[in-house]
């Protein structure tokens, strides 16, 4: 067998990273993703080739240590700007972290949990799957209709670590799929329809996740039926990279802040601009 190779992934620090990987894996299928004491496994699916990382900490040299198999080589110089991505490495914490300690409530929670950072995504569609999945559901109701999705429309994939062997679903699959396939998974209609017709336009081209037009994506995005501003914001957050995005209706911030309605959850975090989804993510951390 071949030897994987490594790369090297430097970040500024600090990095919670273990709660990091606990939120992929904790919101994710076994199949694609898993935890082995503190590394983060992983399958990947680029173009058409398949293959699988594992990511560790190496906290005294302030970098991420990964492992990639042989398999994608054609596709390193991608591979590694994505996990740049995934694991928000550009992010600056001291930065960040200055500007919300302002905030009474955050201010402990960081205290507590310095180095927390968005939970990216390696595709945008992934991410945006896994949103609508989540409306209005639990966690753990949620991960369970993700975890169907891969069985049903994910490609098999070898990998040394047991379970670990299906890549996350693929766009063409769901795009081409009967629509009472995707609603036997557990969907009601029209649900099913939004993920349908994401995935439709997604690869017909007339929406496209990867442009740099946040803006856009989202006016795209909210024109779909089933896609509101929670979906977009949370989408938004973790697949577009916006650092000022909150889903202000989201009942886990209101609970966390004691507030009663996204309006008011709007105006008590207009102070933490533009670091809005880091107030969220630790928000998010202290109610697991």
Known sequence: MEKSIVLYLHYHPPLA?????????????????????????????????????????????????????????????CLQRRLHTLFDLDAEPAIIEAHLNNDKTLRQLIANNSGLR???TLDAFELSLRAILGQQVTVKAATTLY??????????????FPGLDRTAPVVDAIANAKLQTIIDLGLTQRRALTIQQLA??????????????????????????????????YIAMRALGDPNAIPESD??????????????????????????????????????
């Not at 975890?147 to 040394?160: C, L, M, Q, Y």
């Open 147 to 160: 975890s169907r999705f891969v069985t049903a429309f994910g490609k098999p994939v070898e990998t040394p």
């Open 17 to 77: 990273w273990h709660a990091l990987i606990s939120f992929f894996c904790s919101r994710g299928s076994f199949r694609v993703e898993q935890l082995m004491a503190d590394r983060y496994l992983r399958t990947i699916q680029l173009d058409d080739h398949t293959g699988w990382v594992a990511a560790r900490q190496d906290a005294e040299h302030n970098q991420i240590v990964v492992e990639v198999s042989p398999s994608l080589a054609p596709y390193l110089s």
């Open 118 to 120: 968005v939970p990216r």
């Open 251 to 288: 009942l886990g911030l209101m609970r966390a802040l004691q507030l009663k309605n996204p309006m008011e959850v709007r105006r008590r975090t207009e102070k933490w601009q533009p670091w809005r989804a880091y107030g969220a993510i630790y928000l998010w951390h202290h109610l697991t």
């Open 200 to 233: 439709q336009r997604i690869k017909e081209g007339t929406l496209d996740l990867e442009q740099e037009n946040r803006i856009e994506i989202l006016r795209q995005l909210l024109e779909l039926p089933g896609i509101g501003p929670w979906t977009a914001q």
